[in-house]
């Protein structure tokens, strides 16, 4: 009954969205501000629905309904509850129920905070956002239905795929959906704009927050799996260069790169043409990523067994919404006015500058990841392109626009002066040049350019602090006015530094890690040790332990540094008679910033087992930086003028359509 | 500078930076693609010892030793050929017999492929998209495995 609801719903739901894709379109062409008016009712309505669908499922999972297909083949009635609950999204069909809901959740805060936008732009972007609602809610209902039933019940379900049944899936696929999803607002702002054929500085400040809240969300989603990859999949990488994680991975420097342009367009309307290119490219890439994903396309740790059927949709989909929207881009960008002039050395040039390294980055990405789809169908050569491809085009293009971005806030808008900015930086060159000096001395082995990295990571984050304190004068000023001028700063400064200083942070953690770190794969008897780094370890012996729905088998391994006890690791292999699997549940030790890490495979019959084990030095800093980065966006977000009207634009030629421009939250 | 000026500015610049990722990216491509072949791809195109590529085919039934110190042995089939492969160190969760197996690596002198790398993957039931062309067309493709590969998926979120 329950699971019926959901599909009732779920149809109601595309229903209404085909009602939200029409009527308010034809009210913005007849100017009927009632068919207009109708588009955030329709919005709410379509929220309402999915998300009823949604708790269905919920439901069907919570309350182990094995008459359900989709419950019965991804649950248990062993698992945990918190399993039970995530296992909604740990499969396919489930987890674009989360997809749908998470868009028409969004539709529904731009429904509830678009009170102030002009009634064409909201009735617009609202119908857009309908259109790709309805796009994916056909496919759910068409080829991945989650609330099919099976005649004859089962007593009890196939259980979670076993690598799935960990915390992170509580986290990083929402967070992820979030992110790509959210960049769909940017999408239906810039189809709005192009249908109306008008866009100016409020548009910019508009869409920004969507932006930023997609782009935060996004930057701890791409944080939380690669920690996810890295403790549970036992090889102890934080980043592969898989095609998956590519797919997550372009939308985000294509957001990255959005958010910065829409900065020039909201305070010098200038780059608007641009700026929609990068808000359509944005949301592509986020689509393409799900096709990837969901078709099985291409090979890829993240691959599962997937229905032809499916993929040919999502391809469709795919050719629809970003064909449609660069052939409208295409012919509608000429009318759009272009903006301020500037100077190239100037913050709008560092900008583009920016833009520019950013755009290529993702697109020899891009490159990378579907260069063996094309040649596989053009001449049928099967072939993968590994991370030593990724690792010599992304990383190149990356370095100019590390060095380049300290110089970046200090210069001034429309003109800027590059030689002052070098100088207020000499500190940070400085304190860059002794780091690398300190590397060389220290360090032992590795490659000999990883100095430099850790060099362009300290210019980074000195050249973040040097923004702080040259806006705060803190040098020039006593400390009481410097104060004074750091509480007035506005929120949006500190969050680009904080943002920026977490680059530097994430850069130095994969410099050192990949430069410093250590690995040994060994098999050890009961009593024998292995050293590493400065510790030593020694394997006490293996026991067995019983969880809830799986089995352990745990090597118990002390560890020493010098003569002194530093404590116990207990890395198992964990087996689920259910799936017939295993997984590798790998012990980490954290010492400082660097981890210890530790992963055990099968036991011999003579009582050894093999080990891997690595010592990562400064890892942690990856992930450390990718939470300054979230740090900054969020106070960004919060900068007050977001929230509240910023100035008005003097009343002109427009009074009608400018005066309405205000942006919400 | 004139409004034509710094057009041409920008314009210049984004070709300039095009040109440096078009000449990275076709020097990457020189050095980093590696191709996919079946064990009868390996025999019949007479790929040389030294060359780096990925193997993939099902680990024949009987075949996998256990050797010292973490090096395994095994043979990776396409029901048509075989090649001998060895490994050292820890083979992924799912590595099994009869299961499907993608290893990257080189061949010897004496015709083992000496991999580096087994391909993990996350699900009993999945097979590679490769292997399962390569089984289909040395005609040893069986309805089992279409029957395991069409149960519905048990995908990840990532």
């Known amino acids: 009954m329950i699971a019926e609801l959901g599909h009732y719903a779920l149809m109601l739901a595309l229903g209404i969205a085909l009602i939200q894709g029409t009527m308010p379109i034809i009210g913005t062409r007849t100017n009927d501000p009632l068919l207009m008016n109708m588009a955030p009712a329709a919005a709410l309505a379509q929220f309402a629905c999915v998300a009823l669908a ?58 509830l905070f678009g009170g102030n936008l002009p009634l064409t732009l909201r009735a617009n972007a609202l119908a857009v956002q309908a259109w790709i ?64 054929g008008r866009i100016d500085a409020a548009w910019a400040r508009w869409v920004r927050p969507w932006v930023l809240v997609a782009w935060i969300c996004l930057t701890l989603g791409i944080a939380g799996g690669s920690y996810w990859s890295y403790y549970e999949l036992g090889w102890g990488g934080f980043w592969f260069w898989d095609p998956v994680e590519n797919a997550s991975l372009m939308p985000w420097l294509a957001g990255t790169a959005l958010l910065h342009s829409a900065v020039v367009m909201e305070k010098r309307e200038a780059l608007k043409v641009w700026t929609i290119l990068l808000a359509i490219l944005a949301f592509s890439l986020s689509l393409m990523g799900t096709f990837l994903v969901r078709s099985g396309v291409l090979t890829s740790v993240h691959a599962f067994a997937t229905d032809p059927r499916r993929g040919v949709f999502i391809l469709a989909i795919l050719v629809v919404f970003i064909g449609g929207a660069l052939s ?6 000429p009318l759009l006015k272009q903006g301020g002039l500037f100077a190239p050395i100037s913050r709008e040039g560092a900008l583009v500058f920016n833009n520019l390294f950013l755009v290529t980055a993702c697109a020899t990405v891009l490159i990378g990841t579907l260069y063996p789809l094309a040649l596989e169908s053009l001449n049928g050569d099967k072939i993968s392109v590994g991370p030593p491809f990724f690792n010599s085009t992304f990383g190149p293009l990356f370095i100019p626009l590390m060095i380049a971005m300290p110089f970046g806030p200090l210069m001034g808008w429309k003109r800027g002066d590059l030689l002052g900015a070098a100088q207020r930086l000499l500190a940070a060159a ?40 040259e806006r705060t004068m803190i040098l020039r000023l006593p400390p009481r006015t410097a104060l004074m001028r750091a509480v007035g700063l506005p929120r949006s400064a500190w969050g680009t530094a904080f943002a920026h200083f977490g680059i530097g942070v994430t850069l130095l953690g994969i410099v050192a890690v990949t430069a410093w770190g250590s690995e040994r794969i060994a098999e050890v008897k009961q009593g024998g040790s292995l050293t590493i780094a400065h510790y030593r370890l020694t394997f006490d012996g293996i026991l067995n332990r019983a969880g809830s729905n799986y089995q352990d088998v ?93 100035p008005r634009p003097a009343k002109a030629k427009q009074p009608k359509a400018q005066a309405a421009l205000q942006p919400a939250e | 500078m004139t409004r034509k000026q710094r057009r041409l500015v920008l314009i210049g610049g984004s070709l300039g930076v095009l040109a440096i990722a078009v000449a990275l990216m076709l020097n990457a491509f020189r050095d980093s693609i590696v191709f996919f072949n079946s064990p009868s791809d390996v025999l019949e195109n007479h790929v040389g010892p030294g060359t780096r590529i990925r193997l993939g085919g099902l680990v024949k039934t009987g075949s996998l030793v256990r050797g010292d110190s973490l090096r395994i042995r095994f043979e990776v089939t396409d029901g048509k050929s075989e090649i001998p492969v060895t490994y050292d160190g820890v083979v992924p969760d799912l590595f099994r017999e009869g299961q499907g197996v993608v290893a990257e690596g080189e061949l010897n002198g004496s015709g083992t492929f000496v991999a580096d790398t087994i391909l ?39």
């Open chain 1, 430 to 469: 400085v304190l860059a040049a002794v780091a690398v000096a300190a590397a060389f001395a220290i360090t032992r082995g590795g490659p000999a350019l990883a100095p430099f990295g850790v060099g362009v990571a300290v210019f980074v984050m000195a050249g973040a602090v040097t923004d702080i304190v």
């Open chain 1, 133 to 196: 609602a309805a796009a994916f809610e056909l496919f759910i209902l068409a080829t991945s239905n989650p609330f099919l039933r099976i005649a004859n019940a089962p007593f009890e379900g196939r259980d979670l795929n076993p690598i799935l049944q960990d915390p992170g899936l509580a986290f990083h696929p929402p967070m992820l959906y979030l992110g790509y999803v959210g960049f769909s607002i940017a999408f239906s702002f810039a189809i709005a704009a192009l249908l109306e």
């Open chain 2, 120 to 158: 993990a993957k996350h699900d009993a039931t999945y097979m590679p998209k490769e292997v399962v062309d390569a089984l289909k067309k040395s005609g040893h493709w069986k309805d089992e495995y279409e029957q395991r590969a069409a149960l519905p998926a048990s995908g990840a979120t990532r």
């Open chain 1, 328 to 333: 409208l881009y295409a012919w509608r960008a």
């Open chain 1, 554 to 646: 745990v090597g118990h391994f002390t560890v020493r540094r010098g003569d002194e006890l530093v404590g116990v690791m207990e890395p198992s292999r964990r087996t689920f008679p259910d799936r017939d699997m295993a997984t590798t549940e790998a012990a980490l030790m954290t010492r400082g910033v660097s981890q210890i890490y530790i992963s055990i495979g099968d036991p011999n019959k003579d009582g050894s087992i093999p080990v891997r084990l690595y010592f990562k030095p400064q890892v942690l800093l990856i992930w450390l930086g990718a939470g300054f980065m979230f740090f900054g966006g969020a106070l960004s977000l919060s900068d007050r003028r977001l929230r509240i009207g910023a």
């Open chain 1, 54 to 111: 949604f708790l269905a499922l919920a439901e069907c999972y919570v309350a182990s309904d094995f008459s359900v297909l989709n419950v019965y083949e991804n649950s248990n009635t062993t698992m945990p509850l918190i399993y039970r609950l995530t296992s909604v999204w740990g499969n396919h069909e489930g987890s674009m129920m989360l997809w749908v809901s998470i868009l028409a959740f969004f539709g529904a805060l731009v429904a």
